[in-house]
């Protein structure tokens, strides 16, 4: 990875008040655009914002100080909870229990070995009963005979952690979900802890587990605090984990694997409803969401956002590579327009 001076992002003006009653709410800039046979047939709107090396806000789009809910970008907070609780993970144990993994086999593999390592089976999973998070792994999964099951759906490393951190301390397993558990109290005085915010709303996440708000700036924050953590701490345990391991993190075919592979020191974890987190090695950071939740966007923003961070890799042309076919070829692409 090489850095220049970064570029700024430009400024994109708010809409104004409506002219009598309450004030019109800005409307999101355009982050990226859906370019077909040359025509802009879509665009994605939503929010950005980049911190610089010393945390402060260097640039940003949209209303980044509003709560959003991080989705799976809130996994190394809730790895990092499970270690608080006394729990000994480390190496690809620790990156899956922050993962979103892929269903590949060695993903699957692993988690039915903790499962048993913890004196735990697939039925104390609270996961929903899904199939394969990667296309290709589905498909397979499919062909073979199987179904949907709780050890398939890409957050089962998750599950697995948080159950094993409650058997150990005796908790109670049945609702180690419930937001009143001692587990998820822990997670959420870790969010607090790393963010620096306070959290305005809980939901319930897609795998069941409780969801906690973030500010974008807050998501950012969370993650710089992780990469810059001091050695031993459990923060650092768990971006130690998923930087050296980031295949378990997600996938071969996933672009937080690519990316974590081809910058040494990066962070990066992306979550459902479109948002992405990602921390560089030097404690820049960055943080973003399409309000729509198109994932396809993620890449072409993620890539125009590190290339005016001063990032240069080949991984960056990767990323942004979202072609749209037609008739089985390329006839136009979804390309980031900031």
Same mark, same amino acid.
Not at 51 to 61: H, I, N, Q
Not at 113 to 132: K, S, Y
Not at 167 to 182: I, K, M
């Given at each position: ?51 610089? %090396? +010393?945390?402060?806000? !260097?640039? =940003?789009? /949209? ?16 790895? %990092? ?15 899956? =229990? ?5 269903? !590949?086999?060695? $993903? ?7 499962? %048993? ?5 697939? +039925? $104390? ?10 296309? !290709?792994?589905? @498909?397979?999964?499919? %062909? ?33 979900? +419930? ?10 005085? /870790?969010?607090?802890?790393?963010? /620096? ?37 459990? !923060?650092?345990?768990? =971006? ?79 990323? @942004? ?10 006839? /136009? @692409? ?5």
């Amino acid at each position: 990875m090489t850095s220049s001076s970064p570029t700024p992002i430009p400024e994109q003006a708010p809409a104004p008040e409506a002219s009598a009653g309450a004030p019109v709410p800005p409307v999101p800039p355009v982050l990226a655009e859906v370019v077909r046979s040359g025509f802009v047939e879509g665009r994605h709107r939503g929010s950005l914002v980049v911190l610089a %090396a +010393d945390g402060s806000v !260097e640039s =940003a789009l /949209g209303d980044v100080a509003a709560p959003v809910f991080p989705r799976s970008t809130n996994k190394p907070m809730q790895a %990092a909870a499970v270690l608080r609780a006394g729990l000994e993970l480390s190496g690809e144990r620790l990156a899956l =229990a922050a993962a979103s993994h892929s269903g !590949e086999s060695f $993903h699957l593999d692993l988690v039915r070995t903790m499962l %048993a390592e913890h004196g735990l089976t697939p +039925d $104390h999973l609270q996961t929903p009963p899904d199939l394969p998070l990667d296309p !290709e792994e589905a @498909e397979s999964y499919l %062909a073979s005979g199987r179904v949907r099951d709780r050890l398939a759906m890409n957050c089962s490393g998750k599950h697995t952690a948080m159950l094993a951190a409650a058997a150990r301390n005796g908790w109670p397993l049945a609702s180690y979900l +419930d937001q009143d558990h001692p587990l998820q109290q822990l997670v959420a005085e /870790g969010v607090r802890a790393a963010s /620096g915010e306070e959290v305005a709303h809980v939901g319930t996440d897609g795998c069941g587990a409780p969801l906690l708000s973030l500010s974008l700036t807050g998501l950012a924050r969370a993650f710089r605090h992780f990469v810059l953590a001091d050695p031993g701490t459990p !923060e650092r345990r768990v =971006a130690d984990a998923m930087r050296a391991h980031p295949e378990y993190v997600a996938g071969t075919r996933r672009p937080d694997t690519w990316l974590m592979q081809a910058l040494p020191g990066t962070l990066s974890k992306m979550g459902a409803e479109a948002v992405q987190a990602v921390a560089l090695p030097d404690g820049r950071a960055l943080a973003f969401k399409i309000d729509d939740g198109a994932t396809r966007t993620l890449g072409p923003i993620l890539a125009r956002l590190l290339r005016r961070m001063g990032v240069d890799s080949p991984v960056l042309a990767r990323l @942004e590579d979202a072609p749209l076919l037609g008739g089985g070829v390329r006839v /136009g @692409e979804i390309r980031a327009a900031f």
